[in-house]
C-alpha cells in the first residue's frame, strides 16, 4: 500500500517570502501522479499542482512549483512571492496511474503567510 | 455548471441514528469517491465506485454503506452512527478520459456530520 508522508504540520512565511512545504512517499510502483492540494478555510478543495511520474521535468504553475525526486520519493512544493490568499492547509496525494482512481493523501500542513 | 455538489453541508445526529450524506455531480464522470478528514490523518477513503452498480471499500469503510444506482448520484449512508464517524466528509469525482485530465479528483465542498 501506498503511504504519503508530510513532516511539517504547520509553517508560516511572510508575505512576499518564498517556503517549501516537504513531502515525501513509499510506493513500489513506477508509474504514478503526484498532487499537491489546497484547502483554504472556505473547506474547498482546490488542485494546485500535478505532477506526471514519467516526467523528469518539474511542474510548475505560476508561483507554484514543484522538486519531484523520483528515487529519493520526494515531492516538495515550493511557493513563491507568498501572498496572503496562500494561507490554508496543503495536502500532498498519490494516485496510482491505471488504478482506480483513489488517492491516498498526507495529513497535511497549514500553512500561515503573515503580513 | 453546477460541477458536484453535497448536502447537507452540516449534519447534528445522535448515537445509533442512520444519516444519509448525498453526493451528486453533472459532468458524467465515471469515477465517484467518499473520503472523509480527520484532523492528523488528511482524506482518507471510505468508498469509491467506478461506474454504476459498481462499488468498492476504500480503507475506512466499516459503518458505511454507498450505493450507485446512477452515474451522477453517489449517496452515503451511515447505517448506525458513532461518536467516531464525527467527521468531514469529502465527495470526489474524476473522469477516465476526455479533455479532464487524466488523475484528477473534483471535490464537492464537504460534509461536516457531528455524531453526539
Known amino acids: 500500500a501506498q503511504t504519503v508522508t508530510q513532516s511539517q504540520p504547520e509553517m508560516s512565511v511572510q508575505e512576499a517570502e518564498t517556503v517549501t512545504l516537504s513531502c515525501t512517499y513509499d510506493t513500489s510502483e513506477n508509474n504514478y501522479y503526484l498532487f499537491w492540494y489546497k484547502q483554504p478555510p472556505s473547506r474547498q478543495m482546490i488542485l494546485v499542482i500535478r505532477q506526471e511520474a514519467y516526467k523528469q521535468q518539474n511542474a510548475t504553475e505560476n508561483r507554484f512549483s514543484v522538486n519531484f525526486q523520483k528515487a529519493a520519493k520526494s515531492f516538495s512544493l515550493k511557493i513563491s512571492d507568498s501572498q496572503l490568499g496562500d494561507t490554508a492547509m496543503y495536502f500532498c496525494a498519490f494516485m496510482k496511474h491505471g488504478g482506480n482512481n483513489d488517492m491516498r493523501f498526507g495529513a497535511g500542513t497549514r500553512l500561515t503567510v503573515k503580513p | 455548471d453546477a460541477g458536484i455538489t453535497q448536502s447537507p453541508r452540516y449534519k447534528i445526529t445522535e448515537t445509533g441514528r442512520q444519516v444519509t450524506l448525498m453526493c451528486h455531480q453533472t459532468w458524467s464522470h465515471s469515477y465517484m469517491f467518499w473520503y472523509r478528514q480527520d484532523l492528523g490523518h488528511g482524506l482518507r477513503l471510505i468508498y469509491y465506485?467506478?461506474?454504476?452498480?459498481?462499488?468498492d471499500k476504500g480503507e475506512v469503510s466499516d459503518g458505511y454503506v454507498v450505493s450507485r444506482s446512477k452515474t451522477e448520484n453517489f449517496p452515503l449512508t451511515l447505517e448506525s452512527a458513532t461518536r467516531s464517524q464525527t467527521s468531514v466528509y469529502f465527495c470526489a469525482s474524476s473522469a477516465t478520459s476526455g479533455r479532464a485530465k487524466s488523475g484528477e479528483l473534483f471535490f464537492g465542498e464537504g460534509s461536516r456530520l457531528t455524531v453526539l
Open positions: 465506485s467506478a461506474a454504476a452498480d459498481i462499488t
